[in-house]
């Protein structure tokens, strides 16, 4: 066998998640719905073995680490405090011409300027030193020169809560949650005084954030409604620096852990900092366009609580038990993107292979996230006697693990389907089966088989797998 190169690219992704059951565009039979999409049933299983396995090790294995799941509505004045409603806002440029909206950080980066943090006067002073160059600043879509200036848009979706007499009215205006950090500052105090956490802690949450993407792009790499894995760990001042150490090794650890390879992870350190935040550095993934952002690690100091306890008026500070000293906590998070993170796995499992001069596709998981553990067959789904045996050890092997029962064309095919999908083991009922009470196990990586006793089948399995 031998690995074909250059295969990933983007729309061989987008094509097996579709083709598979991974992830479908929302409304489809409407013409779809932008930069929203649906989890189909393998996609599902891939989403929550992968927040699992997050929360496994951010809150299970410590001791350190409590769980929340807090509303996606919340007090209006919460947008306040965080800056969301003055700053949350990506400037964006319009073509008179197509009529096409479009990104200005994005525009500029052919020209290598990086504008992430930029509000639009700063990018239309970038945009006039380009002119003042002789440089053609034009739309990427159809080439006209006919464009606005950038604008600031605000990324928070707004809505409305009460009744739908005065539902316009701004006394009943709220905001879609842009990122789920918020309820985890709005819960600090409720859980310090219900448990027995001490500083330093942290807060995990896994939940839906909204944002008003206007260009949405990478297909779910950045959309409008996704989900965030956050832990916000509060702490004092003079820990910061070996607590971020400490959580940057365990945030790296954990995808090569995983199965991501090192060399497609990299550190990218900001260098242009939130007004909050003291460092940040994101750890990079090598999608198939480029290395891009996965998951974010950022000091943020005693901004969010500060300004919490300023706008709430409910004190937020810590008394230390043993010194009675009282401060506001700093805090460090670890942010990433569910969504973002489930297309970085399956870039990294999508293999080709060639085999006998035809191509094979695998998703090669790790097993522990491989939405479906075991496939069991009948060699032939004509024969009662042998469906009837394949049945029952599907039934008794999917009381522990997701399985799936699949009697559908030849083996081959079978076993290029569940290849597709990333099954590690596919198990086989023939007729030696009913003689001799075993099956043919195959493995998905290698495509050896090896014939296992029934009887051993399950300890076989769970030796195996995990």
């Known amino acids: 066998m031998k690995n074909t ?13 579709k083709r598979r059951g991974f992830v479908f565009p929302s409304s489809e039979i409407y013409g779809g719905f932008a930069a929203v999409y649906d989890y189909g049933p393998y996609g599902i299983e891939l989403k ?4 699992r396995a997050w929360w496994k090790e951010i809150v299970q294995k410590r001791e350190d680490v409590v769980g929340l799941d807090s509303g996606i509505f919340m007090h209006p004045t919460t947008w306040k405090a965080s800056g969301h409603l003055d700053g949350f806002d990506d400037p964006q440029i319009d073509c008179k011409d197509c009529k096409v909206r479009i ?12 504008a992430d943090k930029m509000k639009a006067e700063d990018i239309n002073k970038e945009i006039e030193k380009l002119k003042e160059k002789n440089i053609e600043f034009k739309c990427k879509n159809c080439g006209s020169k006919n464009l606005t200036p950038a604008k600031n848009f605000s990324l928070i979706v707004k809505s409305n809560l009460g009744s739908p007499t005065d539902a316009l009215s701004e006394d009943n205006v709220v905001y879609l949650r842009p990122e789920t950090c918020g309820g985890i500052y709005l819960n600090y105090k409720n859980i310090l005084d219900s448990t027995r956490v001490k500083i330093p802690f942290g807060i995990a949450q896994i939940g839906k954030a909204f944002r008003n993407e206007i260009v949405a792009r990478q297909f779910i790499f950045r959309t409008r409604e996704f989900e965030q894995m956050e832990m916000q760990y509060f702490l004092r001042p003079s820990m910061m620096q070996e607590k971020y150490n400490e959580w940057k090794k365990i945030r790296w650890d954990w995808y090569i852990t995983y199965g991501i390879k090192e060399e497609n992870l990299k550190w990218l350190k900001h260098e242009k900092l939130a007004h909050y935040a003291a460092e940040a550095y994101d750890i990079e993934y090598n999608f198939p366009w480029d290395f891009d952002e996965l998951e ?12 919490h306890q300023k706008f709430s008026g409910a004190k ?11 401060y506001i906590p700093h805090i460090m998070e670890t942010s990433v993107g569910l969504n973002r993170m489930l297309l970085a796995f399956m870039c990294e499992a999508y293999t080709e292979e060639n085999v006998n001069g035809e191509i094979r596709i695998i998703l090669k998981f790790d ?9 069991v067959f009948p060699l032939l789904k004509n024969k009662p006697e042998l469906v009837k045996k394949a049945r029952e050890i599907y039934d008794n092997l999917k009381e522990e693990y997701m399985c799936e029962f699949d009697d559908n064309g030849n083996i081959g095919k079978r076993y290029r389907r569940q290849d597709e999908i990333g099954t590690p083991y596919c198990v086989t009922v023939d007729f030696d089966s009913l003689e001799k009470n075993d099956v043919t196990i195959r493995d998905r990586d290698t495509m050896k088989q090896e014939r296992i006793k029934i009887e051993k089948l399950g300890k076989w399995i769970k030796e195996n797998l995990f």
Not at 5 to 17: G, H, R
Not at 367 to 375: E, N, Q, S, V
């Open 48 to 51: 929550n073995n992968l927040a």
């Open 5 to 17: 190169k250059n295969y990933k690219t983007l729309e061989k992704i987008v094509s097996l998640c």
């Open 316 to 326: 937020l500070d810590y008394t230390d038990p043993i010194t009675n000293e009282k």
């Open 103 to 114: 990104r200005a950080d994005h525009m500029l980066e052919e020209f290598h300027i990086n």
């Open 296 to 307: 974010g690690i950022h000091q943020r100091g005693d901004w969010d609580l500060s300004q």
């Open 367 to 375: 097993k522990r996230l491989a939405p479906i553990k075991i496939a």
